[in-house]
C-alpha cells in the first residue's frame, strides 16, 4: 500500500528554475524523507525531515514539512540537468516500515 | 560506499523457474529487512517485512507461498520468486534497518521473467 500521493506527478522546467513538489501523507509519522532516483536505477537519500521539525535545508534543496496538514514540500533551487529523475517522499510507520509517495518525475529543459 | 548489497543486480529467466536474491548489510547487522518490488514508472510497493529468526510478515495482496523470504542470518535475507512469470518482471529493491532515522536501501535488482 502506498501512504500518500505526490504532485504534480511530472514536471517539466527550465534549466535554473526552481522546482517543487508536494507530498500528502496519511497516518502520523516520526519522520518524512526524501529520494532521488534516476532512470534504472536504485534510490539516494536527499533529507530526512522529523515530525518536530517545519523546515529543513540540504545544499540546494528545501524541505518543510507540515504536520497538522500531512504533507510536505521539496523545493530544488537553480535547477540543473542532473536533476532530471524521478522523486519520492517516504515516510515511516509503526513497526518500521517505509512507505512511498507516488513520485513526481522531473526533466530540466537544457 | 554501499552498506547494502543484492545480487544479482540483473537476472532473466524462463517462465516458470524460481529465482533467488540476495540481500546483505555490509558494514552492519540488520535483524530486519524489507523487500520492496517496483513496476516500470510506478513507486516502491512494500511486499514484506523479514525478521532474522521469525517468518517473515507479508503486506495485503502479497503471495506468500509466491515470494519466499528468507532471514537467515543478521547479515543476509533472501527473496525468492518461485515460478516465475512475465508479470513477475519488475525491480526489487530491499533495505536493512538500523535504526528509527536510519534505514538503507540496496541498489536493487532487475528480473525479468521470459
Known amino acids: 500500500s502506498q501512504q500518500g500521493e505526490e504532485d504534480p506527478q511530472a514536471l517539466s522546467i527550465q534549466e535554473g528554475e526552481n522546482a517543487t513538489m508536494n507530498c500528502s501523507y496519511k497516518t502520523s509519522i516520526n519522520n518524512l524523507q526524501w529520494y532521488r532516483q534516476n532512470s534504472g536505477r536504485g534510490l539516494v537519500h536527499l533529507i530526512l525531515i522529523r515530525s518536530n521539525e517545519r523546515e529543513k535545508h540540504s545544499g540546494r534543496l528545501r524541505v518543510t514539512l507540515d504536520t497538522s496538514k500531512k504533507s510536505s514540500s521539496l523545493l530544488i533551487t537553480a535547477s540543473r540537468a542532473a536533476d532530471t529523475a524521478s522523486y519520492f517522499c517516504?515516510?515511516?510507520?509503526?513497526?518500521?516500515?517505509?512507505?512511498f509517495g507516488s513520485g513526481t518525475r522531473l526533466s530540466i529543459r537544457p | 560506499g554501499a552498506v547494502v548489497s543484492q545480487h544479482p543486480s540483473r537476472v532473466i529467466c524462463k517462465s516458470g523457474t524460481s529465482v533467488k536474491i540476495e540481500c546483505r548489510s555490509l558494514d552492519f547487522q540488520a535483524t530486519t529487512m524489507f523487500w520492496y518490488r517496483q513496476f516500470p514508472k510506478q513507486s516502491l510497493m512494500l511486499m514484506a517485512t523479514s525478521n532474522e529468526g521469525s517468518k517473515a510478515t507479508y503486506e495485503q495482496g502479497v503471495e506468500k507461498d509466491k515470494f519466499l523470504i528468507n532471514h537467515a542470518s543478521l547479515t543476509l535475507s533472501t527473496l525468492t520468486v518461485t515460478s516465475a512469470h512475465p508479470e513477475d518482471s519488475s525491480f526489487y529493491i530491499c533495505?536493512?534497518?538500523?535504526?528509527?532515522?536510519?534505514?538503507?536501501f540496496g541498489p536493487g535488482t532487475r528480473l525479468t521473467v521470459l
Open positions: 517516504a515516510t515511516d510507520t509503526s513497526a518500521s516500515k517505509i512507505i
Open positions: 533495505s536493512a534497518f538500523l535504526s528509527t532515522d536510519t534505514q538503507y
